[in-house]
């Protein structure tokens, strides 16, 4: 829409003392703006300001594994707790030594094996959590341990495969054993 | 003096202009700065965690495992993928077209075995979704993820790997992943998260 400004001329430089104009027309810019914050707003909707965002994860040194668990083991049997994620959400855990005395169970919720891992930290000088994910439980068990050790600032946590004396263990225990 | 026998309806006219021009500013901006997405290869729903960093947007590898465990890669960037599939071409003596160059880089991820690969690329990019993408193999005599996550790395030096697996997957097909990694020597990488809040429980 172009509008010939109806006021003359003459009358305007009067106005305006005398500065140069340009001719009297301007543009209905309402239309353009209509237009060009109807594709802002398009854009900012489309646009994903998602950028992926994962947890750092740092594994051994392969050949490393088998004499780190063992080390772990051998010595720090009083600073280690021992996670198993199984399936179905199930999680047991131990301190010390694979006995059914010390086996307990426990769950993925805050109250549930955060606060284990808080009290566990607190009254342990060095304290050393080994993760044993069953192969079947799933792989959000896996990370929600691996973050209550970020949530915990445990320093020393390992993962490693459940290992026989457990697995009879828990057969002792009368929980089902999953196959392998 | 002067007075107006008729007197005119004042209309208030506002500049437009400073405003178009900001208007189409800010346009332009977000034209740029939109990445489209680019349709994802499998829908992987990722696990939740409080802790979580920002990866980068380049430099960047990804294998995303889906429920089933079936593994498939995507590279970052078009100029990456290019020259991975080059090296992918020189070491296995497969000469790619140049429209398979360009079906690749504008590939978001994929996941076939080698043989099938060429099949994909020439496959119409509006067919693409009905390809059956079987993973790629990572056990039995060729662990073929093995092999791009090598071609990838001398590719790119400063890469950077993630796994981006399902929930849902269970451990022992993302285990699978990790060792191929692990026997690659590539020990630190990270696991693609959704944030959660502290106080939100276990639930998925």
Redesign the interface.
Known sequence: MLDIDEMPSSNRRRRLGGVKEKPGI?TD??S??DM??L??TF??L???MY????????????DDVQTRAQEVQAVKASQALTLM?L?D?RLYYYRGLPEASALRAS????D?IRAVLKAFVGETDKPVVLIK????????????L??EM??NRIGRYAIDGISQDELTLLQQLGMPLPPQ | MRFNAVSRPKTPQIDMTPMVDMAFLLVTFFLLATTFKTGEVVGVQMPRSVAGLNLPMTDLLTISVDREGRAYLSMATPQARRAWLQRHGQVNQVAYTEEEYRAFEMLSGFGVPMTQLRALLQTPPEQRKRFRQPGIPIKGDKNELADWVVLARVTIPRLRVAVKADAYTPYKKVEDVINTLTDLNVLRFTLITQPKKMSDDAGY
Do not use: K, W
């Open positions: 301007t810019m309402n353009m703006v060009a914050f594709l802002l854009f900012m489309s646009t994903t950028r992926p965002r994962g947890m750092e994860l740092v594994m051994p040194v392969p994620a399936p959400d769950n993925y919720n805050p549930g994910p069953h192969p079947d439980c799933s792989f959000q068990n896996l990370v929600t691996l973050d970020n949530i």
